[in-house]
């Protein structure tokens, strides 16, 4: 039987931000955008003091305002939550090679190779990360991937779930089908009208009926997932596919300038993460979003892997010149992809 652990940060950018700067320990915190709550953005987290006042992640800043006005609203510094993500997974890549990147503040482990127990390997897991880090994180043990991911968030914060076979009547089936992996707002939705609520309830119709209603290979994942079935493999590549930044204007641009000014911008920040990191890459793309949302992306790949900031920011203009901008501009973004770690 495999082991699979994913290890999911609590209240990741909030806790950053709380380790830095200790008085503000104990109060609802607020992250997101520029950290002026009266300004257009949106919530990345908020601890869960502030949770108790029911601000969450993706909620505009100006509603979690109204909430809680005594909140503290602080700024996203990426950069600074990047260096401390780097930290945590270095401690998991210790423990086990075998490692999934599961985003900023998340990886899945594979630690079925290993002589310990469960038990002493989490130890060891939340002690690296205390000491690396001094945060706290939520573990998942089980079976496959897909339970240790919804493990992992069903005792939060510093918590350890373990979700098996045994249990999953017990643990998966009483939760609602949104919170099933892989099942976003419109399924829930088809779901809902036929009164399927629980997972449970999902997990008592037929492979037929799924498949014919979300496909067969959809219906298929359903049909398993309600059952906590998941052979995948953890996708080990401990590298980043991409490197990338964006950027929400305040209010939407029409001018030229500030758009050109802004890419190169970006582009600055990904080659200092290039560097820092030490990677080439060979494509880069921009990314950019209208005030109506329609969003453009425009590619460029190079002959060869470069690092320098002339020859990537020549090729961001060059996709940004292929952009026809006939409307005000909301966001632009940049990424270099197709990496190389030189390292
Ligand atoms: P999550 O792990 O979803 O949230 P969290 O770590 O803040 O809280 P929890 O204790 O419930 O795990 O996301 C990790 C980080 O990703 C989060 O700190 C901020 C960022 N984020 C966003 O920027 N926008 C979002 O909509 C979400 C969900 C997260
Ligand atoms: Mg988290």
């Not at 300004?39 to 108790?52: C, F, H, L, P």
């Not at 350890?160 to 089908?177: A, C, R």
């Not at 799924?210 to 079935?229: K, M, P, Q, V």
């Not at 964006?246 to 990904?270: C, H, N, P, S």
Request: proline share 4%; charged share 30%.
């Amino acid at each position: 039987m495999r082991r699979i652990l994913h290890i999911d940060m609590d209240a990741f950018f909030a806790a950053v931000e709380e380790q830095r700067k200790p008085e503000i320990k104990g109060k609802p915190v607020v992250i997101g955008g520029s950290g002026n709550p009266l300004k257009r953005g949106v919530v990345s987290t908020a601890n869960y003091e502030a949770r108790k006042f029911g601000i969450h992640s993706a909620m505009p800043l100006q509603t979690a305002y109204k909430l809680c006005p005594q909140a503290i609203f602080l700024p996203v510094d990426y950069e600074m939550y990047v260096a401390v993500s780097r930290k945590f997974k270095e401690v998991l890549h210790a423990v086990s090679p075998i490692m999934e990147d599961g985003g900023i503040d998340e990886a899945y482990l594979d630690v079925s190779a290993l002589a310990e127990d469960n038990d002493t390997i989490i130890r060891r897991i939340k002690k690296g990360i205390k000491e690396k880090t001094n945060l706290t994180c939520s573990i998942g043990v089980a079976p496959n991937r897909l339970l240790a991911k919804m493990a992992s968030d069903m005792q939060k914060p510093d918590g350890v779930t373990v979700l098996n076979e045994g249990n999953i009547e017990g643990l998966l089936w009483p939760l609602p089908i949104r919170k099933l992996y892989g099942v976003g707002p419109k399924t829930e939705e088809a779901l809902k009208k036929q009164g399927i609520d629980t997972i449970g309830r999902l997990a008592a119709l037929s492979l037929e009926v799924l498949a014919e209603r979300f496909g067969n290979s959809y219906g298929r994942y359903l049909f398993d997932a309600a059952r906590g079935i998941d052979d995948s493999e953890l996708t080990t590549s401990w590298e980043p596919k991409s490197m990338s930044r964006e950027t929400t204007f305040q209010d939407d641009v029409g001018e030229w300038q500030t758009i050109a000014r802004t890419l190169a911008d970006l582009t600055r920040e990904v080659v200092h993460d290039m560097h820092e990191r030490q990677y080439k890459a060979k494509t880069f793309t921009v990314k950019i979003r209208f005030d109506n949302f329609q969003t453009l992306t425009r590619a460029k790949t190079l002959d060869d892997y470069t690092d320098t900031e002339d020859i990537i920011r020549k090729a961001a203009f060059a996709c940004l010149k292929r952009i026809e901008l006939k409307k005000k501009v909301r966001l632009i973004g940049m990424r270099a992809n197709n990496l190389r770690s030189d390292g």
